[in-house]
Structures are given as C-alpha cells and as structure tokens.
Nanobody
C-alpha cells in the first residue's frame, strides 16, 4: 500500500514562496509518476504539476514560470517549489502517485492520494 504524506503548506503573503513536500512509502518510488493537484473552495480540483518517473515535467498554464516540480528518488520525495504566489493559488494541495502517467494526469479517483496541505496566500 502506497502512503503519501504532504507537508510544507502555510500562510504566506502575495509574492512570497513556499515549498511543498510529499514523502512516499510502501513502494518503489522511482517507478512512480507523481503529481500535485489543488482544490480551492467552491472550485474543481485541478492538476498543478506532474513529473514522470524519468523526470519529465508538465505544468498547468496558470503556474508555468512560477512553480517547479522536482523529485528526489533517494528520499522518496517529490517537491513543489512555489514562487511569486498569488491569492488565487490559495487551495488545499494534494499529492498523487501512480506508476502510469495517464492515471496521475487524469484528475480522477485513480492512483494514491495524500491527505492534503493547506496553502493560503494573503493579498
């Protein structure tokens, strides 16, 4: 059973930065595609960024140039560096994992999910 634990959320002023972490256990991390999703109040969950097992990345247009996803296979951890944060980035951020890229990027119930970490950006 894969377990994902997110951390690093918090309250930050607009223009600030945060780094989210998602630690995985229970499987061979290097074989997993990993994704970060977010859900703001009253809005649908959306894919923010994803990284393949080989390190290729994908970003939502709304975060390109501001967010960076990376992975450390030795630590079984994926990161989301968030810079130039905006109030619109306020949401609960979730980590998703699956061996298949199509599952991680599908925004479905598939894959493994963490419990989420709150990010609040004040104006």
């Amino acid at each position: 059973q894969v377990q994902l634990v997110e951390s690093g959320g918090g309250l930050v002023q607009a223009g600030g930065s945060l780094r989210l972490s998602c630690a995985a256990s229970g499987t061979i991390f290097s074989s997993l595609a990993m994704g970060w999703y977010r859900q703001a109040p009253g809005k649908q969950r959306e894919l923010v960024a994803a990284v393949t097992s080989g390190g290729s990345t994908h970003y939502a247009d709304s975060v390109k140039g501001r967010f960076t996803i990376s992975r450390d296979n030795a630590k079984s951890t994926v990161y989301l560096q968030m810079n130039s944060l905006k109030p619109d980035d306020t949401a609960i951020y979730y980590c998703n994992a699956h061996p298949r890229w199509a599952v991680v990027t599908a925004n479905s119930k598939g894959g493994y999910w963490g419990q989420g970490t709150q990010v609040t950006v004040s104006s």
